[in-house]
């Protein structure tokens, strides 16, 4: 699509005309090890139906960049994320939304179309989100993406990975600021601050779009991970400790907007503002909040007087290094099932092409003992990469019986790269996206859970950038010492001694000046 068409798209006219449909909610719950989990989250929605007589599309607060996205980029649904960090199952317990690998992922899936329309409308759609996000996702291109196995025949699944994209400031206020129609100062996103994504643990922030029977929808959460040593103040902490927010000025746009805070049935008494009503189960209570016309900073909790019981995740994940150099190099992926019943995982990786795996020489172990890989794999399903291109693609169902513990290792070689291969931070070293667990869950088959694993670092040799330095200088020194020898031979006068002349040496000829100025004895 031409940019000015782009424009024409991003600028119809409409755009608060009518009642909002745009829902806002803060979610504040704890986590063992005296920390705090805080989810921010925006939906809006729109019919396609509403349009003028001029067939121009009303689309009052909906954002003017996901119907283009949505409309003209053949996009049937999309999920971004950027994190930064990662979610620790083993301390926090299992995570009750889909996690994403650290950096930028993208799930999509596009309407079926010719190859060169569908990767001219994905680059366009690529291009339109960096724009708007103040994210580097150019080097996203339909080269490196991958399209896994898919049940949908109307349309074509896209994922991509750039783990050197993490979460930042200008992201989130980037965000904000384009898809919310009141803006980043109003509302639930006033509270928020953008300087809280570097003080967190952990952060991602998760964008949605999905266009359904001509209805057009976009949610936006963002999700942190918070030490409460570092924000309690006299044993307490407030929405002002953990984002420097004092002000509130309510969204006259949002339909629904409130905070909810979820602490556990014994510390009920700690609650700093009374809610405006509560619900309680036999472990948790959860108190609501009202921010549709005013809400106080100083909702917060005094310290509680003993941890937090959380569940333990039913799946431990993740990814583990062995050996060093090509020779005995190898990296792994491990699942423990800690649960009495079995669990059937779908496994996506997403190999970059530097990384040149044997999968022939791959090895699967059930409580460390070597086991066949069709015992416990299934469905197995492998793209190779493409050399300076497409990553590898594999993908697999894990059979895990109850109280296991699986793991594959596959050894693999570090391809050549030239000083255009390697990230901007090549310093830092090359990393390895992770793995992606999906689940469906035991009451809910139609509910699929994400899980995805930690990254891995490898350190890969680095080209010497003082090379040309180093080859100037020693080249230079060389030519100077040679035009000085041959330019000394070539035009030094060279004359014939004879005994009258002084000597040579300057100490001797001083003495000979010297003693041919003495009167001499007759």
Not at 441 to 451: E, G, L, M, V
Request: aromatic share 10%; charged share 20%; hydrophobic share 45%.
């Amino acid at each position: 699509m031409q940019f000015r068409q782009l424009a024409a798209v991003l600028t119809l006219p409409g755009i608060l005309g009518g009642a909002s449909a745009l829902h806002e909610q803060l979610d504040i719950g704890y986590l063992t090890g005296n920390a705090l989990l805080v989810e921010a989250k925006w939906s809006v929605s729109r019919s396609l139906s509403h349009s003028n007589a001029d067939g121009i599309v009303s689309l009052q607060s909906f954002p003017h960049v996901i119907y283009a996205a949505l409309n003209n980029f053949a996009v049937a649904d999309a999920r971004l994320s950027w994190t930064r960090g990662l979610w620790d199952a083993r301390k926090w317990g299992q995570a009750a939304f889909s996690t994403a690998s650290s950096g930028f992922q993208l799930s999509s899936h596009m309407r079926r179309k010719a190859e060169p329309e569908l990767q001219q409308d994905f680059e366009n759609f690529i291009a339109l989100m960096s724009a708007f996000s103040c994210s580097s996702l150019r080097k996203l291109d339909w080269s490196q993406v991958v399209f896994p196995e898919d049940a949908r025949r109307d349309a074509v699944a896209v994922f991509g990975i750039l783990p050197h994209e993490p979460l930042c400031t200008e992201n989130f206020n980037a965000l904000l600021g384009t898809l919310l129609p009141s803006g980043r100062g109003t509302g639930l996103a006033g509270v928020l601050s953008a300087e809280a994504v570097f003080r967190s643990v952990f952060c991602m922030c998760d964008l949605s779009m999905a266009l359904q029977d001509d209805t057009m929808s976009m949610h936006l959460a963002y999700r942190a991970v918070f030490d409460l040593q570092q924000y309690e103040r006299n044993g307490q902490w407030t929405l002002a400790s953990l984002f420097g927010a004092h002000a509130f000025t309510p969204n006259p746009l949002a339909s629904a907007s409130r905070v909810s805070l979820t602490l556990p049935l014994p510390e009920r008494d700690k609650l700093l503002v009374a809610p405006g009503s509560t619900a309680q189960d036999h472990q948790t209570m959860r108190a609501l909040y009202d921010a549709s016309a005013a809400l106080d900073a100083g909702i917060g909790v005094r310290r509680l007087a003993g941890p937090v019981p959380v569940p333990p995740p039913e799946l431990a994940v993740f990814r583990f290094q062995l050996g060093h150099g090509d020779q005995d190099g190898a990296f792994g992926l491990s699942i423990e099932n800690r649960t009495d019943r079995a669990q059937t995982v779908r496994v996506l990786e997403v190999l970059p092409w530097y990384f040149r795996i044997h999968l022939h020489r791959a090895q699967m172990y059930c409580d460390a003992r070597a086991t066949p890989m069709h015992a416990i794999v299934s469905e197995f399903a492998y793209e190779p990469a493409v050399r300076r291109g497409r990553p590898a693609r594999l993908e697999s169902t894990w059979y895990i019986a109850p109280h296991s513990t699986a793991h594959v290792v596959v050894p693999f070689e570090r391809e050549f790269l030239r000083s255009d291969d390697f990230p901007a931070d090549w310093d830092r070293g090359i990393e390895l996206p992770g793995a992606l667990l999906r689940q469906d869950a035991p009451d809910s088959p139609a509910h699929t859970t994400t899980t995805t694993t930690n990254t891995l670092l490898f350190t890969w040799p680095l080209p010497d950038h003082t090379m040309p330095f180093n080859a100037v200088t020693m080249s230079a020194t060389l030519l100077a010492l040679f035009y000085g020898a041959f330019f000394n031979m070539s035009f030094r006068r060279w004359y014939l001694r004879i005994d009258s002349d002084p000597p040579a040496n300057p100490v001797r000829r001083l003495i000979w000046c010297l003693a041919s100025r003495l009167p001499r004895r007759k």
